[in-house]
């Protein structure tokens, strides 16, 4: 049951990636505005928070030209939670903001697992907002990260974090 659902997610991810991919060229066209549009991947590390421990996480974003975005971490299937989905917009220059959600989930009680097949019940959701900083060629960006937390009910639980970004666009050459 477990590797279904993880293989249903993960396509569905590869769908929605490989759909929005070419919602947006990879680089921006000459004598336009400065944009995020496109795929990038991503190394970030919390300074504070639940995450501050995890020293490898990587995120892949896919920013649609319309202001939508998608987000999947390497830790997506640990324990099992989607992608996370949200907005994105241009404040000025090179400077963007965006706000991202995500679901949480939480083991099964042996009583819970018993009642509904086993796996992973919902625990709540989280909320990722970055202040990001383009860098001229449009390649590359930092970003300052916030993390906050919420349990089922939307109530603020510990947890959340603060961090940084270092992204590159995903383009056909390297």
């Known amino acids: ?9 993960c396509a569905a991810v590869a769908g929605a990636l490989l759909a929005c991919v070419g919602c947006a060229p990879a680089t921006a066209p000459a004598n336009s ?8 991947k991503s190394s970030v590390q919390f300074q504070s928070g639940a995450f ?7 995120f892949m974003y896919v ?3 319309g202001g939508t975005l998608i987000e999947s971490s390497n830790y997506d299937s640990a324990p099992p939670v989607p992608p996370a989905f949200g907005a994105w917009r241009r404040i000025d220059g090179n400077r963007f903001e965006s706000r991202y959600l995500f679901f949480t989930t939480r083991a099964a009680t042996a009583a819970e697992a018993a009642a509904a097949s086993g796996g992973w019940l919902p ?3 989280g909320e990722l907002t970055e202040q990001i900083t ?5 390649q590359s960006y930092e ?3 916030r993390a906050e937390l919420f349990d089922v009910d939307g109530k603020a639980v510990d947890g959340g974090g603060e961090g940084s970004v270092q992204a590159r666009r995903i383009t056909v050459t390297r």
């Open 134 to 138: 383009l860098a001229p060629d449009g």
């Open 63 to 65: 920013y649609d030209a």
């Open 33 to 40: 505005e400065p944009s995020l549009a496109g795929a990038w």
């Open 143 to 145: 970003a300052t990260i």
């Open 1 to 9: 049951m477990k590797a279904r659902i993880a293989l249903k997610t």
């Open 123 to 125: 625990a709540g959701h």
């Open 52 to 58: 501050a421990g995890v020293r490898d996480l990587t």
